[in-house]
């Protein structure tokens, strides 16, 4: 569970920010057992779906334009 030595108190993981620094006071948060906490990634499958819904949004967007102009 997230630390905070300079707040002295525990965090909830949604309060720490992604690049691991305490909300409140902006100092470096540890883990339970003294490790820094590491700022999360964004996993792959998301710019997998981004990807496909720019491909489908982007494909809408010609077929629009097809019948307008038709």
């Known amino acids: 569970m997230p630390w ?4 002295d108190k525990y965090l ?3 309060s720490v920010s992604v690049v691991g620094t305490c909300s409140s006071c902006g100092n470096r948060v540890i883990e339970g ?7 999360q990634k964004i ?6 779906f981004v990807s496909a819904a720019m491909i489908y949004l982007g494909w809408r967007l010609v077929e629009g334009l097809w019948v307008l102009f038709t």
């Open 33 to 39: 057992d003294d490790k820094e906490v590491k700022s």
């Open 12 to 14: 909830s993981p949604n």
């Open 43 to 48: 996993p792959w499958h998301f710019w997998v």
């Open 4 to 7: 905070c030595v300079s707040c």
